[in-house]
């Protein structure tokens, strides 16, 4: 069984910056994919950004040169900084760990971004 914890969420002024992690545990494959996706109240769940084990990125457009994920393989950490927030970023952050035929979840971690 896999287990995903995120941390770092909280409230934050449009313009600033957070960082999130996800610490990932248990039987995890060598070669997978961990992202981050967010749900807005009302809204379906997005991809935000997806890093491969080899180090593959892909962003979703709305936050390209902003948003930076990374990973760190030994300890089975994948991290998101967030820049130039702004209040549309606003959603609950759900770490994703992607092996084949099979997704997990962590529980998510609140952004909230004030205008």
């Known amino acids: 069984q896999v287990e995903l914890v995120e941390s770092g969420g909280g409230l934050v002024q449009a313009g600033g910056s957070l960082r999130l992690s996800c610490a990932a545990s248990?039987?995890?494959?060598?070669?997978?994919?961990m992202g981050w996706y967010r749900q807005a109240p009302g809204k379906q769940r997005e991809l935000v950004a997806r890093?491969?084990?080899?180090?593959?990125?892909n962003y979703a457009d709305s936050v390209k040169g902003r948003f930076t994920i990374t990973r760190d393989n030994a300890n089975y950490m994948v991290y998101l900084q967030m820049n130039s927030l702004k209040p549309e970023d606003t959603a609950v952050y759900y770490c994703?760990?992607?092996?084949?035929?099979?997704?997990?979840w962590g529980k998510g971690t609140l952004v909230t971004v004030s205008s």
């Open positions: 994703n760990l992607e092996i084949p035929f099979i997704n997990y």
């Open positions: 890093i491969s084990s080899a180090g593959a990125t």
């Open positions: 248990g039987s995890i494959a060598r070669i997978n994919v």
